[in-house]
């Protein structure tokens, strides 16, 4: 079926430590997106990517698509109290509707 | 700008009842999806409404039903409620099919 894979499940830094979570279709992708959402909240959208080996940043944070459009990550440098939270990719595959979610990258920082 | 908005905020329920959740999207979007998220896992998703027509279903049965109105705001229905329901709801508009969504605040459903 159609499902997207993302790891680690779960990842605990020191503030100031880089973080990275991966995700991996095993069918081509349409777009990805990535969302964050914080303990108790609802999921806030990131970023869109859309071109193979599409390289996007945002402050601290780098987002790539990969060459085959089967692969994501989202790269956090420095990482920051305020960072914590889950992190989630979100695939739309080709002629379908859906966004198809990860299970989520659940971050947790140690100031 | 008024963001997407749910209720009710949490719901409790008993197995065999049926369920109506409500959402109104954000300004100048026609797009609705509803999503599941149970504790410690991704969204899932449900289905989507794109001017007033079912536009996309996941894997839920026919019990999962949904609406969408002229101003474009939605409903979700579930009816015969089951133990395993018990989840987050979250309806998401975008301004179009595949864009990026806004989340509303979300209705915690406890099915008993």
């Known amino acids: 079926g159609q499902q997207v894979m993302q790891i680690p499940q779960y990842q605990h830094v020191q503030e100031g430590e880089d973080f990275t979570t991966y995700c991996n279709s095993s069918?081509?992708?349409?777009?990805i997106q990535w969302y964050k959402q914080r303990p108790g909240g609802h999921p806030v959208f990131l970023i869109q990517?859309?071109?193979?080996?599409e390289v996007k940043k945002q402050k601290r944070l780098t987002f790539q698509f990969g060459e085959a459009k089967k692969n994501s990550s989202l790269h956090i440098t420095a990482t920051q109290t305020t960072d914590v939270g889950t992190y989630f990719c979100a695939g739309t595959f080709q002629g379908a509707q859906k966004l198809v979610f990860g299970q989520g990258t659940r971050l947790t920082i140690n100031p | 700008e008024t963001g997407v908005t749910q209720s009710p905020t949490h719901l409790i329920k008993t197995r065999g009842q049926q369920v109506t959740l409500r959402c109104s999207s954000q300004s100048g979007h026609n797009t609705v999806s509803w999503y599941q998220q149970a504790l410690g896992q991704g969204p899932q998703f449900i289905f989507q409404y794109y001017r007033e027509e079912e536009n996309g279903r996941g894997n839920f049965p026919p019990r999962f039903s949904g609406l969408q109105f002229p101003n474009y705001s939605s409903e979700l229905n579930v009816n015969a409620l089951e133990l395993d329901d018990s989840a987050l709801y979250l309806c998401a508009s975008s301004q179009d099919v595949g864009g990026e969504q806004f989340f509303g605040p979300g209705t915690r459903l406890t099915v008993l």
């Open positions: 990517l859309v071109k193979s080996g």
């Open positions: 069918t081509t992708l349409s777009n």
